[in-house]
Structures are given as C-alpha cells and as structure tokens.
C-alpha cells in the first residue's frame, strides 16, 4: 500500500471519520430540565445508530482510503472500493439525518406531550462529519483541487559519481557523464614541448572524435503524476499493465511523440498516454 497516494480528498475523508468516531463517545441525546449530573446515553447505547451511522461511516471512510493506497484496487460488479466507500458514507450521512429529526424513534410522539428527547451533541456532530465525508467522496473525483497529493512527494537524490558531469536538459539524477578515452588529454610525466610521433599522434587525435556520443534530445528523467493515471503496455494493448500514483517518482526512459514510456519501481515499463500537469523531478 502505498500513502503517498492519498490526495487532499482522501484526507478529508480521513478527518471526518476521526470526527466521527469521537462523537460516537459523546451523548445521543438531550433532554430539557435534566440536571448535568445526569448522565445521557452516548451513540454507542443505541444500536441502529451504531450500524446505520458509526460503523457504516467508518467502513465507507476504510474502503474509500484502501482503494486509493492499492495499485490495481479489486472491483466488485464493475464497481471498484471507492465508489462502494462513497455509498456507505451516503448511507450513513441519510441515517444520521433522520435519527436528528427523530432521535427517540417516534417514542416522543406518544399520548399528546412532544416534551421528548432531542438529538444530542453526539448524535449531530455525527451528522456534521458523515455529511462532509460523504461530500468529499463524491466530489474528490470530480474537483481538481481535492485530487492533489496530500503528502507531497520528496525529491529524488542520488549522488554524483565523482568527476561525472550533469547531462543535459532534464536529467536523470546520477547518471555519469560520457567519459573521453585514454590519450585525449596529456599524460602525466610527458616532458614539456615533446611532440609524438606522427604515426603515435594520428591515433590519438581522431580518438576523440570518433568517441564523442550522438547528440540526443531526449534525457530520462523522473517524474510524478497528479492523478492516478494507467499505464499501457508497449505492445499496444488496450488493457493497463499497471496505474502510477500521486506521490510516488516513476523514471521516463523514452519519449514517443505526446506518450512517455516510464519504469515503474519494480521494473515494469509501459507507455503512459495522458502526460498533462506531469511533474519533473
């Protein structure tokens, strides 16, 4: 699993179920004229709160967070955790909302007095947070800002090799330079103004030239992605070899056209097609 994934959505989802779970502690319900000394049952002493509010909360808040830190999350009837995690959280914000309208039940409704219990402070913090984990659920996918990372990914770096030189353009950190062959340069101990022998210095003079790499355009370089994106397979298929996640550096190792061909950390390489808001490392 992988937490470098999660975006500010997910951590908004996190918040509330944490907001949540602290409310489930605190009272169901309130009652006018009750002295403080009194103590009110808190949302754990009633049992459809508990199901339909807490525990489905949580689970939707549990599936929502495990589907973004899998990378290939499982989908069940062509429905992947997130969506069921969203539904779970919808179903618990509708069961929150009619148990503060109706915290006793219907109870309160008997013979002709309305002096009943109301909702406590429990029960409509419960509300509040189920409300705002199921709108940040549903709106992640759809609202760019909720889609950054919510950890920011660190840098990559690799030292240099000693005496190695930065390539140019974006490059790909600790790569060596092109090293020039034995005889391109002086050597040491050769006496000052000592000329080589014609046949010895023909040689020497073209190896450099001979050793010089093509120019190239294209440099690997490391990058990251602020969405989770697929990744395609080389060969064309219409199926993803793999998704790259927010947070984590993958290495672009060939450009083709618009498309980069990345490596994922253990080794796969396939062709990422959407290269909009990259970020190069």
Known sequence: MNIRSL?????????????????????????NGVPDSVSMPSLWASGPVLLSVVFAGIIGAALVVVNRCLPQPPKVVGLDLGQFGAAFAVFAAW?????????????????????????????IIALIATLVMAGAAIATPLVPALQAA??????????????AQPPSGYGYPGAPAPQQPYGAQPQPGQPFGQQQPPAAAQPQAAAP????P???DFSPFWFAVPVTRPL???????????????GTWYLAVEQRGAT??????????????????????
């Open 7 to 31: 975006t500010r959505g997910d951590g908004v989802v996190i918040g509330a179920a944490v907001v949540l779970l602290i409310a489930s502690f605190l009272d169901n319900y309130s009652v």
């Open 95 to 123: 069961s929150a909302l009619g148990n503060v309208i109706d915290p006793a039940g219907g109870l309160n409704n008997v013979g002709s007095s309305n002096d009943g219990p109301s909702a406590g402070t429990g029960l």
């Open 150 to 163: 919510l950890v920011p990914a660190p840098k990559p770096v690799a030292p240099q090799p000693y005496g």
């Open 209 to 212: 030239a001979a050793a010089q």
């Open 214 to 216: 093509a120019p190239a």
């Open 232 to 246: 395609f397979g080389e060969d064309g298929a219409p199926t993803p070899i793999a998704e790259l996640a927010p």
């Open 260 to 281: 980069l061909v990345a490596q994922t950390q253990d080794g796969r390489r396939g062709v990422l097609q959407d290269t909009s808001g990259i970020q190069r490392g």
